[in-house]
């Protein structure tokens, strides 16, 4: 029996390959459509449907993604007049990174398709030119005038400008969120690579076309928002967080580029010498997400990577331990202990668990309880230096002595 749904093909990038992805697990637009994904950066596949010669007459849409520089899909011609067209914009925001340039060294390799290093740096390659050495390059990079490479009000003018005009050719105006959002949120990890946060705008926009729904004038922002598509971040140049005031990037922050999280120097460095970073996404890189997202006050973003390193690693336990901390920190005891709880459930012989469930309930008048736990953290790992503190500090306490003697009592009976 042949399915009843008429199907929706999805042109585009990476962006648009993440589009179908989510029309396709949204409930409502499953209901009616079959999602049909065509990438526009790779060669087209021989079995792919649209290579069937009624695949176009069979579509209720054709949703294609335009951009300044490119020319319309090659399709339009055979798409038929009764076929709905949607058009998205290309993501991009030139104008926090003036000094991005394509890197001649940059070449696919089996571990890297797309190079090692496929976002270059222009005033990098100027100053490694210049014999500028790589113990010095990180300074003479953050102390350079980007002026002197780039006019920065003119090049955000203009960076702009081709948003706007990008707007106008498609059903989906992005720029004016751009414009009052890139300060305080962060929507790119790179030039080309927007977080979900805008990609959320996309999304609602196309989902509400295919229903024929009004587009949320305020679109809920997905728990991810702050994620990047993909798996590549580059450093703003502190100059750069200063001349736009951005409120979510720090110039002492660290950037994930694939399994590393570096500082601006470190990145520096690893891109001048061309150095491989493995891809990957290994626990060490989550908690240290998690960790800067709880330095920058960030609490919900940390536990959302938390979380999510939690159920990447389950047989990890420094993941839950660490939220707990956090919301132990936060005054959220009753949480931070339903945490741990949880945590130890999973984790049963980790002392720190132990421990840290421990210092909770103290804090919260249970010393009985948190002498137990600490004695149980010491039975597990006897050189739990945290938990034998506790229990000295606790020793001189009048509520433990009158514990410790009854327990006493208790046994001579």
Sequence with gaps: MSDPKRRVLVYGNCQGGWLAQTLRADPAVAERFAIVYLSDYTERPADHPINEPDFLASCAAVVWQTASTSKPPWFL???PAACRQIRYPTLWLKLLWPTYVVDPRNRPEPDFPWGRYPYGDRLVLKLLEQGVSLDDLPKRYVDTDLNTIVNLDRFTEMSLAELRFNDRQSDIAVTPYIERTFRQRKLFGTVNHPTFAILNRIYHGV???????PVPVYPPLPGNAADILGSVETPLHPQIIAHFHLTWARPAMRWRYFSAFLTLGEY?????????????EPPPLWLARGRQAAEHQDLAEAQRILLEATCRYPAQSEFLHYLGLLLGRDGQLVEAEKVVRYALSLHPRVASLHCELGRLLLRQNFPDEAVR????????????????????FLAGQPVVRALNAGAAQRSVT
């Design 268 to 280: 520096l460095r690893a891109y001048a010498t061309f150095a491989p970073i493995p891809p990957g």
């Design 207 to 213: 989902a509400s076309a295919l229903l024929d729904q």
């Design 77 to 79: 011609s055979a798409v």
């Design 373 to 392: 736990l600490f004695n149980e953290a010491l039975r597990l790992d006897p050189a739990h230096q945290e938990a034998r503190r506790q229990l000295v």
